[in-house]
Nanobody
Framework: VQLVESGGDLAQPGESLTLSCTGA????????IGWYRQTPGKEREGLAC????????YYSRFVEDRFSMSSDASKTTVGLQMNALTPDDTGVYYC???????????????????????WGRGIQVTVSS
């Protein structure tokens, strides 16, 4: 699977940003697609995901009140609306694809993030005044 993220930028605290991820060569079987990030000094973490076998979008409890994930009907293009950004949101944001069982586990259990098999190159988001 080939994934490309876009929309990263510099934002001031309190502002919003929207990221987008488009992909190609998705598997014919069910899969998870989601958003993940790596912030300085921390392990890569899950933010939001959806599986093609389950229409529900799942969120990390740390961002569920500020971030919203969208997807097209085919779940090959996904977005991430991020509101009320803080400097702690600074990091590299990734779109990733994996087995359907990784949603919601990859946004609940950090150790499962490593099992996602296809990753975009990531995009930088910087929140600073």
């Amino acid at each position: 699977v080939q994934l490309v993220e876009s929309g990263g930028d510099l934002a001031q605290p309190g502002e919003s940003l929207t990221l987008s991820c488009t992909g190609a060569d998705f598997p014919a079987e069910d899969y998870t697609i989601g958003w993940y990030r790596q912030t300085p000094g921390k392990e890569r973490e899950g933010l939001a995901c959806v599986s093609t076998s389950d229409e529900k979008t799942y969120y990390s409890r740390f961002v569920e009140d500020r971030f919203s994930m969208s997807s097209d009907a085919s779940k090959t293009t996904v977005g991430l609306q991020m509101n009320a950004l803080t400097p702690d949101d600074t990091g590299v944001y990734y779109c990733a694809v994996g087995l359907p069982g990784l949603c919601p586990s990859s946004v609940i259990v950090q150790s499962t993030v490593r099992f996602l098999r296809s990753w975009g190159r990531g995009i930088q988001v910087t929140v600073s005044s």
